[in-house]
């Protein structure tokens, strides 16, 4: 009886030919399908003879390795092309073969062309895995150079604006001057309108300088022995006419307050406190109520602000801390610092995470849902580590949470 390996050698002008015109339409092989048939077979019948499949494992690496580009999902699978050799050797043992040697032939073929078919999937799969990580990385890279590129926008930015910032309040303090110098009300009140702009336009530009260096990894903390207590003193001080101009109230519970001292910045962590006090001003309702609160936990203070506002879509949660991710809806954007709901640039929270996140804390926001009507409110943490020195540098233990813009 004809083995194989015979029976493809006698036949193989006719498998070619056969195989050649089922295949001349595939984009892949068209140019050159006569030849890549030859090969084919070549390799088939090398296999075939020797019991061996690694001539025709060889021929399909190369056919992978041949195409024009990296396989994606919009390139042509090399799978399609050798079922069809499988059907065309199928139909020609058929055709060709003697009835009692056609079913052990086929037998023969079928074994080695679905070896085969199994083999072509998994380097296709693989070929497929490697252009995917090669995707991902250039991707990656590409969010990185953008992500510095904004980063280096936003302080190029941010340090232009000082300069003409820093004239207009030039003029305006001497405005200022001339308007008392003469006794005229009007020029004082020109001069005081000018620097009440200039001064939130610095609160912006710095913002903007925090939000870079916060991005660019470059925040840099001057940690010491401070007491809490007189930090939110401080912060306490710092909103008190906000508070006044929403008729709010302010509640500090300082029993819960430690006594002892922390390790921190007491500028930056001053900041930070601050942000969330603005924050929780600006989303609670005229006469509502906002408490800050402390407990201390194992290694660790917990700084709670709870306002009595209108609380958070939980479909926002995730995104709070995002800078510029401030209220989408248009209308509602203020230049005034604690409108009730005013949307501003969106980079207090982001800075107030980054500045405790670089003290090694974290901070997140936790609230029942967003209700105007209703206000269930929010309340902001802040996890601090409690420490006896300086760390050698700054720590990031983020927990899993979330908060507010």
Same mark, same amino acid.
């Given at each position: 009886m004809t083995d194989l390996a015979t029976w +493809?050698?006698?036949?193989?002008?006719?498998?070619?030919?056969?195989?050649?015109?089922? /295949?001349?339409? !595939?984009?892949? /092989?068209?140019?050159? &399908?006569?030849? &890549?048939?030859?090969?084919?077979?070549?390799? /088939?019948?090398?296999?075939?003879?020797?019991f061996d499949p690694t001539p025709l494992y060889t021929m399909l690496f190369d056919w992978v390795d041949a195409r024009s580009s990296p396989m994606d999902e919009d390139t042509a699978s090399l799978m399609p092309v050798l079922a069809q050799l499988k059907a065309v050797t199928g139909e020609q043992i058929y055709r060709l073969a003697r009835p009692e040697e056609a079913a052990a032939l086929y037998y023969a073929a079928d074994t080695i062309f679905t070896d085969a078919l199994v083999f072509l999937a998994a380097i296709e799969a693989e070929d497929l895995l490697i252009t995917a990580r090669d995707q991902l990385k250039r991707a990656a890279r590409q969010i990185e150079r953008l992500n510095q590129a904004k980063a280096d926008f936003i302080a190029i930015a941010a340090h232009e604006l000082k300069?003409?910032?820093?004239?207009?309040? =030039?003029?305006?303090?001497?405005?200022?001057s001339a308007g008392e110098a003469q006794h005229d009300e009007t020029l004082l009140l020109v001069a005081n309108g000018i620097d009440t702009g200039a001064r939130r336009l610095r609160e912006i530009v710095e913002d903007l300088i925090d939000v870079s260096m916060i991005d660019l990894k470059m925040l840099e903390l001057n940690f010491q022995p401070v007491f809490l207590h007189q930090i939110i003193d401080?912060?306490?001080?710092?909103?008190?006419?906000?508070?006044?101009?929403?008729?709010?109230?302010?509640?500090?519970?300082?029993?819960?307050?430690?006594?002892?001292?922390?390790?921190?910045?007491?500028?930056?962590?001053?900041?930070?406190? !601050? $942000?969330?006090?603005? !924050?929780?001003? $600006?989303?609670?309702?005229?006469?509502?109520?906002?408490?800050?609160?402390?407990?201390?936990?194992? =290694?660790?203070?917990?700084?709670m602000v &709870?306002?009595?506002?209108? =609380? +958070?879509?939980?479909?926002?949660?995730?995104? +709070?801390?995002?800078?510029?991710?401030?209220?989408?809806?248009?209308?509602?954007?203020?230049?005034?610092k604690v409108k009730f709901q005013g949307s501003g640039p969106g980079l207090g929270l982001p800075i107030a995470k980054g500045i405790i996140e670089a003290h090694g804390g974290s901070i997140w926001a936790e609230s029942p849902g967003y209700n105007e009507h209703t206000c269930p409110g929010a309340t902001f943490h802040i996890m601090l580590p409690l420490r006896d020195e300086a760390p050698q540098q700054a720590e990031t233990v983020p927990l899993p949470k979330d908060e507010r813009a």
């Amino acid at each position: 009886m004809t083995d194989l390996a015979t029976w +493809i050698e006698q036949h193989a002008n006719a498998l070619i030919i056969a195989a050649s015109e089922t /295949l001349s339409g !595939n984009e892949l /092989l068209q140019a050159h &399908a006569v030849q &890549a048939v030859e090969a084919f077979y070549d390799a /088939l019948l090398r296999s075939a003879r020797t019991f061996d499949p690694t001539p025709l494992y060889t021929m399909l690496f190369d056919w992978v390795d041949a195409r024009s580009s990296p396989m994606d999902e919009d390139t042509a699978s090399l799978m399609p092309v050798l079922a069809q050799l499988k059907a065309v050797t199928g139909e020609q043992i058929y055709r060709l073969a003697r009835p009692e040697e056609a079913a052990a032939l086929y037998y023969a073929a079928d074994t080695i062309f679905t070896d085969a078919l199994v083999f072509l999937a998994a380097i296709e799969a693989e070929d497929l895995l490697i252009t995917a990580r090669d995707q991902l990385k250039r991707a990656a890279r590409q969010i990185e150079r953008l992500n510095q590129a904004k980063a280096d926008f936003i302080a190029i930015a941010a340090h232009e604006l000082k300069t003409p910032l820093t004239v207009i309040e =030039g003029y305006t303090g001497m405005l200022r001057s001339a308007g008392e110098a003469q006794h005229d009300e009007t020029l004082l009140l020109v001069a005081n309108g000018i620097d009440t702009g200039a001064r939130r336009l610095r609160e912006i530009v710095e913002d903007l300088i925090d939000v870079s260096m916060i991005d660019l990894k470059m925040l840099e903390l001057n940690f010491q022995p401070v007491f809490l207590h007189q930090i939110i003193d401080a912060a306490e001080r710092s909103v008190q006419a906000f508070v006044a101009q929403r008729r709010q109230r302010l509640v500090i519970e300082r029993e819960t307050i430690p006594t002892e001292p922390i390790v921190a910045d007491p500028e930056r962590l001053l900041q930070a406190i !601050n $942000k969330l006090l603005v !924050n929780a001003i $600006k989303y609670t309702p005229d006469e509502g109520q906002i408490v800050l609160t402390a407990r201390l936990l194992p =290694g660790f203070i917990d700084l709670m602000v &709870a306002d009595s506002g209108v =609380g +958070i879509d939980p479909r926002r949660l995730p995104h +709070i801390f995002d800078a510029f991710s401030a209220s989408a809806d248009v209308s509602r954007h203020s230049s005034g610092k604690v409108k009730f709901q005013g949307s501003g640039p969106g980079l207090g929270l982001p800075i107030a995470k980054g500045i405790i996140e670089a003290h090694g804390g974290s901070i997140w926001a936790e609230s029942p849902g967003y209700n105007e009507h209703t206000c269930p409110g929010a309340t902001f943490h802040i996890m601090l580590p409690l420490r006896d020195e300086a760390p050698q540098q700054a720590e990031t233990v983020p927990l899993p949470k979330d908060e507010r813009a």
